[in-house]
């Protein structure tokens, strides 16, 4: 078996697709939590890359940045989705009362 710190590309990992389990998160605790623990169990980067010796993991501390980037682009796009669904209701119901007002011209 070669050595994994001689292996290519053992730092690349693949895109990743948020899933229920990590979308669920109520807080960025509970997100870095769920995403440390999906690349914790990763037979593939379990193979390729070294542990830490002291606390035993395999990503760093880049990664965990952008898991916290990660986890607040993910927040900005549920806020944006509620604001959008509050304006479509506005409009609608602000569309109701225009179609009910008499045709004065």
Do not use: C
Not at 9 to 30: H, L, M, Q, Y
């Amino acid at each position: 078996m070669k050595k994994p710190a001689l292996r290519k590309n053992r730092f690349e990992k693949p895109a990743f697709i948020e899933t229920d389990w990590t979308s669920s998160s109520k807080n960025v605790g509970e997100y870095l939590f769920r995403r440390i623990s999906l690349d914790q169990s990763n037979k593939e980067l379990q193979n390729v890359r070294p542990r830490h010796i002291l606390s035993q993991l395999i990503i760093n501390s880049t990664e965990i940045n952008e898991y916290v980037d990660d986890y607040l682009l993910m927040v900005e796009k549920r806020n944006k989705n509620k604001i959008f669904s509050k304006m479509k209701t506005i409009l609608s119901i602000r569309n109701s009362m225009v179609s009910r007002l008499p045709n004065i011209f």
